[in-house]
């Protein structure tokens, strides 16, 4: 069992920044992909980013095309610990973010719900104009 807690969010000029936290209870969270989704009112929920598990050769990331080279997904593992940097953030943004977790043996982080196993109770992130 891995238990998910986003932190981070807030209200945030369009532009600004944001550093999004997700800290993991339990065990063996380097072996755990992890991904961020994001759900805007009125719309289904869908993929932001996700990094895989660490290996010898590094860790592997992907981003949806609305948020790449605006966002910036990262780990720690000795802290438990997911992070998603916004950075240019815009009134489309504007969503609850959640954080998951991933047991799965991929290569590539998936982009797929379905495929996440734990999720967190979600954060706020609302950009104004």
């Known amino acids: 069992q891995v238990q998910l807690v986003e932190s981070g969010g807030g209200l945030v000029q369009a532009g600004g920044s944001l550093r999004l936290s997700c800290a993991a209870s339990?065990?063996?969270?380097?072996?755990?992909?992890m991904g961020w989704f994001r759900q805007a009112p009125g719309k289904e929920r869908e993929f932001v980013a996700a990094?895989?598990?660490?290996?010898?050769?590094?860790?592997?990331?992907t981003y949806a095309d609305s948020v790449k080279g605006r966002f910036t997904i990262s780990r720690d593992n000795a802290k438990n610990t997911v992070y998603l940097q916004m950075n240019s953030l815009k009134p489309e943004d504007t969503a609850i973010y959640y954080c998951?977790?991933?047991?799965?043996?991929?290569?590539?982080?998936?982009?797929?719900?379905?495929?996440?196993?734990?999720w967190g109770q979600g954060t706020q992130v609302t950009v104004s104009s």
């Open positions: 998951a977790a991933d047991y799965g043996d991929r290569g590539n982080p998936s982009r797929r719900e379905y495929e996440y196993d734990y």
């Open positions: 990094i895989s598990r660490i290996s010898l050769s590094g860790s592997i990331t």
């Open positions: 339990g065990r063996a969270f380097s072996r755990y992909a």
